[in-house]
T-cell receptor, first 115, second 116 residues
Framework: AQKVTQAQTEISVVEKEDVTLDCVYE???????LFWYKQPPSGELVFLIR??????QNEISGRYSWNFQKSTSSFNFTITASQVVDSAVYFC????????????FGGGTRLMVKP | NAGVMQNPRHLVRRRGQEARLRCSPM?????VYWYRQLPEEGLKFMVY????????ESGMPKERFSAEFPKEGPSILRIQQVVRGDSAAYFC??????????????FGSGTRLTVV
């Protein structure tokens, strides 16, 4: 069975601080995909990144970076120099190839960036 | 190219009424997924449909909930005799092929159902 755990339910930082959101997953499949989504106060879901299980390269996109470590089953997300607009709920999700069509989401981490 | 369109954006129903939520997938997408987000929780998978077929409804409550994706028109999630516990955000996603593969999902903006 697949499972995603985001242990941090809420994080509060001051603008310009760096912040890391943790994500730990469980799966029996050898082929799987990991995702991060952002849900701003307006409520929509914004896709941030997708990673497949064979690609452990870390990725950087502007102020966002992701650290995928299969050895610890983690896919952590770091925001550098946070901004107030980063305030949102962030969800990590997992999809197994054999489950094909289903995303399993973590419970989300609410990030509050204060000016 | 319009994204996944969901309507209505907000829906208020009294207990016992029916709620109908609509989802038009992205152009060229024939796979639709429905997820539910209860207050302060993550999203939970409900059902996966292709045109005219339900492929996986393992996350759908056994009673009062149904989904369809007809040959023509949007996918519909129907909740009969709504109760307060049905209050949630319902998200629809679409993909051009089975699974999250190379595309992942494109989510709509959601329908927020409030049962009073």
């Amino acid at each position: 069975a697949q499972k995603v755990t985001q242990a941090q339910t809420e994080i509060s930082v001051v603008e310009k601080e760096d912040v890391t959101l943790d994500c730990v997953y469980e799966t029996r499949d050898t082929t799987y995909y990991l995702f991060w989504y952002k849900q701003p106060p307006s409520g929509e879901l914004v896709f941030l990144i997708r990673r497949n299980s064979f690609d452990e390269q870390n990725e950087i996109s502007g102020r966002y970076s992701w650290n995928f470590q299969k050895s610890t089953s983690s896919f952590n997300f770091t925001i550098t120099a946070s901004q107030v607009v980063d305030s949102a709920v962030y969800f990590c999700a997992l999809s197994e190839k054999n489950a094909g069509n289903m995303l399993t989401f973590g419970g989300g981490t609410r990030l509050m960036v204060k000016p | 190219n319009a994204g996944v369109m969901q309507n209505p954006r907000h829906l208020v129903r009294r207990r016992g009424q029916e709620a109908r939520l609509r989802c038009s997938p992205m152009k060229g997408h024939s796979h639709v997924y429905w997820y539910r987000q209860l207050p302060e929780e993550g999203l939970k998978f409900m059902v996966y449909l292709q045109k005219e077929n339900i492929i996986d409804e393992s996350g759908m409550p056994k009673e009062r909930f149904s989904a369809e994706f007809p040959k023509e028109g949007p996918s519909i999630l129907r909740i009969q005799q709504v109760v307060r516990g049905d209050s949630a955000a319902y998200f629809c996603a679409s993909s051009p092929q089975r699974g999250t593969g190379n595309y992942g999902y494109t989510f709509g903006s959601g329908t927020r159902l409030t049962v009073v």
